[in-house]
């Protein structure tokens, strides 16, 4: 059996020196040694964001607050990366969670705010809000 902390170490270090791919590899046997740690769940989102696969980072932070309901980081990130992928009303239900565990949460307020705004923009810019209306009853 592989030392956990000593894969979790040695991910991290790969990490640190941009060596994502490597650090993958070694979350995802830490992740196959013991699937119900959601911090190695949290380290794989954190890597597969910063290599920009976002559904895949989004999914990996889903699977540590499935894990721990209470993980507040994974929450945020999970937003996060829901932002990245434009599905703005799905990350304001993260951010939601977020703050409903962290009440304090500044950033996971603002991240909200800014989903918020997103949406609102989405909806003013649309073809039918602007130019002739569109009929839908004669």
Same mark, same amino acid.
């Given at each position: ?17 941009? =060596? ?7 979350v995802?046997?830490?992740?196959k040694t013991d ?13 597969? !964001? ?11 932070f889903? =699977? ?6 209470? !993980? ?15 599905k703005y ?21 603002? =991240? ?11 909806c ?8 002739? =209306?569109?009929?839908? !009853?004669?």
């Amino acid at each position: 059996m592989p030392d956990i902390r000593g894969l979790s170490d040695k991910a991290h270090e790969f990490a640190e020196s941009g =060596q994502y791919e490597k650090a993958l590899e070694l979350v995802n046997r830490e992740i196959k040694t013991d699937a119900n740690n959601p911090n190695a769940w949290y380290n794989k989102g954190i890597l597969l !964001f910063k290599m920009c696969r976002y559904q895949d980072a989004r999914n990996s932070f889903a =699977q540590a607050t499935d894990i721990d309901p209470e !993980f507040v980081e994974a929450w945020y990130n999970k937003g996060i990366a829901l932002m990245n992928l434009k599905k703005y009303l799905e990350a304001i239900r993260a951010f939601d969670k977020a703050i409903a565990i962290n009440p304090d949460d500044r950033e996971a307020r603002q =991240q909200r705010d800014q989903a918020q705004k997103k949406i609102m923009e989405s909806c003013s810019s649309s073809p039918s809000s602007s130019g002739k =209306q569109t009929k839908l !009853f004669k």
